[in-house]
């Protein structure tokens, strides 16, 4: 049995806040592909975002310098820091990538992915929470990192359809760089999203 008693479960809040920012990162980089007169103001949204998730980094390891006792690991929980911080940095590619390559108005497969990772970011502020009980909530844990395997499936699939898309013959140059350099970003952003998944796997594993 695993009990966080006296170790500090108030860390699992920094992680909530972090997984938080990406949701909120990924719902711009959606609604961008919907309306792209929102990317001006997003664009400049979505690195306050980035340095709000680096400023809560920052003060994770800080505190952890001070406690004698974590919740889990030192090493364990700074990878779960630290990857969450990149898929951060990751979402906000994506939005600046569609204003770097003036993307215009998103098609299916692009606006897919986008929802891939907003559920996949939903999942990610359940599972944070649920950590502060692994005993309890160990099952749930397990349904929860599944469907972001799941998610990241569909995610490769909808990647690879695009591109082959791309690729049909149809579009012009520029559509093609444009659109392959924007999946690219979120497909890494999905990729980054199940590692984090994944390491809370690897943390049950090890606590429950």
Same mark, same amino acid.
């Given at each position: 049995m695993f009990s966080l008693v006296n170790k500090h479960e108030e860390f699992f809040d920094f992680l909530? @806040? +972090?997984a938080e920012y990406f949701h909120k990162g990924t719902v711009m980089a959606k609604e961008v592909l919907q309306d792209p007169s929102k990317l001006e103001r997003y664009s400049k949204e979505v690195k306050n975002l980035e340095h709000s998730a680096d400023r809560v980094t920052h003060e994770? @390891? &800080?505190?952890? %310098?001070?406690?004698? #006792? &974590?919740? #889990?690991? %030192?090493e364990d929980f700074f990878l779960l820091t630290s990857t969450l911080d990149d898929c951060v940095d990751d979402v906000q590619d994506v939005v600046l990538s569609l204003k770097l390559y003036h993307a215009g108005i998103g098609w299916e497969l692009p606006l897919r992915m986008s929802e891939i990772l907003i559920e996949m970011s939903n999942e990610l502020i359940i599972l944070f929470r649920l950590l502060k009980d692994i005993d309890k909530n160990e099952t749930e844990i397990g349904e929860r990192t599944r469907k972001i395997n799941s998610l990241e499936s569909e995610g490769d699939a909808v990647y690879r359809n695009a591109i082959s898309d791309l690729f049909d013959g149809t579009h012009e140059v520029m559509e093609i760089i444009r659109w392959k350099e924007i999946m690219e970003a *979120?497909?890494? @952003?999905? +990729? %980054?999203?199940?590692?984090?998944? +994944?390491? #809370?796997?690897?943390?049950? *594993?090890?606590?429950?």
């Open positions: 909530v @806040t +972090n994770i @390891t &800080t505190k952890m %310098r001070h406690v004698f #006792i &974590t919740p #889990i690991d %030192r *979120m497909e890494d @952003t999905a +990729n %980054r999203a199940e590692k984090v998944g +994944n390491l #809370i796997k690897e943390v049950v *594993m090890k606590y429950a």
